[in-house]
């Protein structure tokens, strides 16, 4: 079992719809949790992180953290075709042994104009 | 600002045959990582470096070696490549174990014939 999973779509929304993308983890002991989006042909970009459970938002996105699920979020708003890309979950452990980031496989997602 | 570079961008090899993939980077960080990206696999990580002169093995360490002499630099090796190893090759550095962002590479397409 990969400690990360993540539907890999593809997902295709018309432009202004909510996205939700998902992660779930099996390893207890992560404690940051990241999304990376990459455009393609490009390096991924840090989208958004998030420490330990709780919500944070950033403009039209929302990262969501349920540690007791093991279950990670990712909400667009108002969805534009910009957002058009690959969206990859991360996580590391605490501070103390944040070496190695795990990666998902990433969902594509198209917004159509 | 440079940021991550990798060299080359693009190779193409002949089964065994050996080659070197550089990654540089200009922010005086102390972590750098070399994954490999294939279609549904996500981003998978090959070997990572916690500071000069030390290195340890990812997910996938097999038929690669890697060595940090420099703390800028991070170089990749494949002895005797195989068809397997067809991928993209990102290289990643962060500042350190609390940073949770970290930079990518523009990537490497290497294709092995």
């Known amino acids: 079992q990969k400690e990360v999973e993540q539907d890999p779509g593809p997902l295709s929304v018309p432009e202004g719809a909510i996205v939700s993308l998902n992660c779930t983890y099996s390893?207890?002991?992560?404690?940051?949790f990241m999304w990376y989006r990459q455009y393609s042909r490009k390096g991924p970009e840090l989208l958004m992180y998030?420490?330990?459970?709780g919500n944070k938002e950033d403009g039209r996105f929302t990262a969501q953290v349920d540690k007791s699920s093991k279950y990670i979020s990712l909400f667009i708003r108002d969805s534009q075709p910009s957002d058009s890309a690959t969206y990859l979950c991360?996580?590391?452990?605490?501070?103390?042994?944040?070496?190695?980031?795990?990666f998902g496989s990433g969902t594509r997602l198209s917004i159509r104009p | 600002n440079a940021g991550v570079t990798q060299t080359p961008k693009f190779r193409v090899l002949k089964t065994g045959q050996s080659m070197t993939l550089l990654c540089a980077q200009d922010?005086?960080?102390?972590?750098m990582y070399w994954y490999r990206q294939d279609p549904g696999m996500g981003l998978r990580l090959i070997h990572y470096?916690?500071?000069?002169?030390?290195?340890a093995k990812g997910e996938v360490p097999d038929g690669y070696n890697v060595s940090r002499l420099k703390k800028q630099n991070f170089l990749l090796g494949l002895e005797s490549a195989a068809p397997s190893q067809t991928s993209v090759y990102f290289c990643?550095?962060?500042?350190?174990?609390?940073?949770?962002?970290?930079?990518f590479g523009q990537g490497t397409r290497l294709t092995v014939v």
């Open positions: 990643a550095s962060r500042r350190d174990r609390g940073d949770t962002e970290a930079f």
């Open positions: 390893n207890s002991a992560f404690q940051y």
């Open positions: 998030t420490y330990s459970s």
């Open positions: 991360a996580m590391s452990l605490g501070y103390s042994s944040a070496s190695k980031i795990i």
């Open positions: 922010m005086n960080h102390e972590y």
């Open positions: 470096s916690v500071g000069e002169g030390t290195t």
